[in-house]
């Protein structure tokens, strides 16, 4: 089964940096994509970024393009998502998810395991 564990939310001042870490568990990842996600509340869930396993080839958000990277650690099973220069608007959950194909990889509903997520909040 697998398993998305996020970490690394907070609390950071606009024009801060933080680092979201997600943990995945269960089987092998190679052929994975990985993708993060947010949502703030009254709105739908975003794509921000993602990530494929084998190779890393990137896709951002414009939102967030110049901004955030994404990566992973393969030998630790970890996907990252270095967040630079944050501003108010990105205050939200931030979920990783995994699926296996890299086809229109901002669709959220073609992600097929998420994690429970963890909250970015960004002060003026």
């Known amino acids: 089964q697998v398993q998305l564990v996020e970490s690394g939310g907070g609390l950071v001042q606009a024009g801060g940096s933080l680092r979201l870490s997600c943990v995945a568990s269960g089987r092998t990842f190679s052929s994975y994509v990985m993708g993060w996600f947010r949502q703030a509340p009254g709105k739908e869930r975003e794509f921000v970024a993602a990530?494929?396993?084998?190779?890393?080839?990137?896709y951002y958000g414009d939102s967030v393009k110049g901004r955030f990277t994404i990566s992973r650690d393969n030998a630790k099973n970890t996907v990252y998502l270095q967040m630079n220069s944050l501003k108010p608007e990105d205050t939200a959950a931030y979920y990783c998810a995994a699926r296996t194909s890299w086809a229109v990889v901002t669709d959220r509903r073609r992600y097929d395991h998420w994690g429970q997520g963890t909250q970015v909040t960004v002060s003026s």
């Open positions: 990530v494929r396993w084998s190779g890393g080839s990137t």
